[in-house]
């Protein structure tokens, strides 16, 4: 008998399930039987004291998880980091642990009080002893795991745990010896299963099931060459036997309906320490924030931002404005457990408008492009709103804002300029902006004056009711109207659909009234539009009677062989030979409009360009400068534009399917409306609503 090994437990006169604090013990309040449980205990106690010593501590009333010692504390040769339990409903079983440490002779250490460990149960010694593998997401705090790193000198690998189910590190990660891992790769997250592949090697791994997992199957005691467990079914336990492992199943399941087996019920003290000095690969920022922080639900989101994104937080600071109008600051430490996941953090906190500390200077930091066309590896990717970058101490503003660029910093007649750049823009000898430092963008203040403009994004509604369609359209006719009254600009993305479902004579009401100062669509809104103006028909249906018409698929055909005879829609509109519809009112009206090409175009038009590149160049030119951009029914060229278009500008998207509408309004910015509707009632609405505005028009047509 291999006495070498010392265990601790603590027998369960007091256990019960007496409070939820994990899902296993949703319902099992009072539900477990304590002569099955003392039973199932002794059980383990006997085997195990074939196998280790078995130490005890005296159980206390009022505690009933003291059973499990797993979450007492961490020992690693003569030192025990003391767990600091995330519930108060285990926070009383501290003292009693510590007083049994203290008195065993180990050198105690204490986390400071708000940062929650949860002992072995979060944290596990590779049994070859040469890392600690340390839980964090549910009950652990990773910020506790440099410490234990520093008081324990070991290198330590932080597993994120993403199933609620395997809330604890040991109910789903068990190192056994020999190097070989008993784990269930879904309880944590695709980083964290990229660590655990590439630590330890395929041999050694021996992933279970969810039926093993839910068993607690990886909730083992491993002494040796012996594994005891809960439960484990055949297959999983002929692969541990065919790696040399005796399995001993023994019940637990009174202990199951608290959320613990086997390993939750001991705690190894005896961790021999034959580690060489590591380091953590955690990684810590500080950012700070600035502005109506609380109404705008920013600190949540940015907090929310942190842990989904695999990293946590420690809010330093936070000063709370008075006022209404006054504003909030707040500092906090982000902290993850490496540099890609940082700075993926980072980015994401700089688009909610942080400023990233970093230590050495506040400036951004640049490297050179070296291949025309290829940014630097972590380059900063830019979002939609203003921003600034520092170089030199000095905020300078980038121009033509953007979405998914880079910055690129040169050095012109005027100074320093950054701007945002494609990807296929950039030129060798430039630089760009990499990582998250000196960099800032403005999110409008969505706490005050915006107000009034939400109840227009409805976008949390779904779908939008007549009502609403009613105010959307009462603002939009009103935005229109002052827009065009102040010379600004107002583009429209349009899809075919907006022919089909009777749209196109408001549409061409639009542009007459000088409404419209841009088109953008594709190949197929032009032929539909030319279709309906030379033939009546829109893709072969009678408009008017809504049947289809003898022959009639051939229809838009006919029509893009008119205009490619006349050389282009504006020569045929010349010509005499396109007498009416949009594009027609386009080219009478001197509104700029550019067709982009796809792969599913018939024809195509002469005007459609089939240089996506030069599409693409060609929507951002005429959006340059647009206050509000109409977007009816074209998913495909509304998300074209929005990816051009940075905050500020207003987005009206309408379509039929809802699925369509969120997507498109879902930028974060409250400058854009979905409307959930029929396109055509929507323009007719529209129409109705400027002509009451303006009494321009009687009632079109
Ligand atoms: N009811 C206890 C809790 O939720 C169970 C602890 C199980 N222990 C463990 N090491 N997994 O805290």
Request: proline share 4%.
């Amino acid at each position: 008998m291999a006495q070498s090994v010392r265990i601790l437990m603590c027998a369960p006169q007091h256990y019960d399930v007496d409070y939820v604090i994990n899902p296993w013990m949703e319902g099992n309040i009072h539900r477990s039987s304590r002569d099955r449980a003392q039973e199932q205990w002794q059980q383990l106690y006997e085997i195990l004291k074939h196998h280790a010593t078995v130490e005890l501590v005296e159980p206390q009333l009022g505690w009933p998880d003291m059973v499990f010692t797993a979450n007492a504390g961490l020992v690693l040769g003569d030192t025990v980091v003391l767990s600091r339990f995330f519930h108060p409903e285990r926070q009383g079983e501290e003292p009693y642990f510590e007083q049994w440490f203290a008195d065993q002779g180990y050198t105690v250490q204490k986390l400071p009080k708000s940062l929650p460990f949860e002992g072995a149960g979060d944290a596990l010694l590779d049994r070859t002893g040469e890392l600690l593998w340390a839980g964090y997401g549910f009950r652990t705090e990773l910020d506790a795991h440099p410490y234990l790193a520093q008081w324990l000198d070991v290198e330590v690998l932080s597993l994120r745990l993403i199933d609620r189910r395997f809330y604890h590190l040991d109910t789903c990660f068990c190192p056994l010896t020999d190097g070989y891992l008993l784990y269930y790769p879904a309880a944590f997250d695709t980083y964290s299963n990229h660590l655990i592949e590439r630590r330890i090697p395929a041999e050694k791994r021996i992933p279970v099931d969810e039926v093993d997992a839910v068993n607690f199957a990886c909730n083992a005691v491993n002494v040796n060459r012996t594994i005891v467990l809960n439960q484990a079914s055949d297959p999983l336990k002929t692969a541990l036997s065919a790696r040399g492992f005796a399995v001993i199943e023994t019940p637990l399941t009174e202990f199951l309906k608290a959320g613990g087996a086997a390993k939750c019920l001991t705690l190894r003290v005896t961790e021999p320490r034959q580690i060489s000095p590591q380091a953590t690969a955690i990684q810590h920022r500080v950012v700070r924030f600035e502005g109506h922080l609380l109404d705008s639900g920013l600190v949540n989101r940015a907090l929310d931002t942190i842990v989904a994104g695999g990293g946590s937080f420690q809010v330093l600071n936070f000063t709370l404005g008075e006022q209404r109008q006054d504003i909030s600051t707040a500092e906090v430490k982000v902290s993850a457990p490496d540099i890609t996941i940082i700075e993926d953090i980072l980015g994401q906190l700089v688009d909610l408008g942080a400023v990233v500390k970093s230590d050495d200077t506040a400036d951004a930091h640049l490297a050179a492009v070296a291949q025309n066309g290829v940014a630097p590896d972590d380059f900063y990717v830019t979002a939609i709103y203003p921003t600034e970058i520092s170089i030199n101490g000095q905020w300078i503003a980038v121009q033509g804002q953007r979405m998914d660029a880079a910055i690129a910093v040169t050095q012109t007649a005027r100074g320093l300029e950054a701007r945002c750049k494609l990807l296929r823009d950039l030129q060798m000898g430039e630089s760009v902006v990499i990582g998250s430092a000196g960099i800032r963008t403005k999110r409008h203040d969505t706490s005050l004056k915006q107000r009034s403009t939400e109840e227009f994004s409805f976008m949390g509604a779904g779908v939008s009711s007549e009502r609403r369609v009613e105010l959307v359209v009462e603002q939009i006719a009103w935005d229109l109207r002052r827009i065009r009254d102040q010379g600004g600009k107002a583009v429209v993305t349009a899809g075919p659909v907006v022919i089909h479902t009777g749209g196109s004579e408001h549409l061409q009401t639009l542009i007459r009234g000088g409404y419209i100062h841009g088109l953008l669509g594709g190949n197929a809104i032009a032929v539909h539009d030319i279709e309906q103006a030379l033939m009546g028909t829109s893709l072969g249906m009678d408009m008017q009677r809504g049947v289809s018409v003898h022959g009639g698929h051939r229809h838009h055909l006919k029509a893009i062989n008119t205009i490619r005879r006349c050389g282009s829609i504006a020569q045929a509109v010349e010509q005499g030979v396109l007498p009416s519809g949009v594009m027609y009112e386009c080219v009478k009206n001197n509104v700029p409009f550019s067709l982009a090409g796809s792969i599913r175009d018939d024809g195509p038009l002469p005007d459609t360009q089939m240089d996506l590149l030069q599409a693409q160049a060609d929507y951002a030119r005429l959006i340059e400068g647009a206050d509000l951009i109409l977007m009816l029914s074209t998913m495909l060229h509304s998300i074209g534009v929005g990816n051009m278009t940075p905050a500020g500008v207003k987005m009206v998207c309408v379509d039929i399917n809802p699925a369509v509408v969120t997507k498109l309004s879902d930028r974060g910015s409250l400058e854009s409306i979905g409307v959930v509707t029929d396109v055509g009632l929507f323009l007719s609405l529209l129409v109705d609503q400027l002509t009451k505005l303006t009494g321009e028009y009687a009632r079109a047509n």
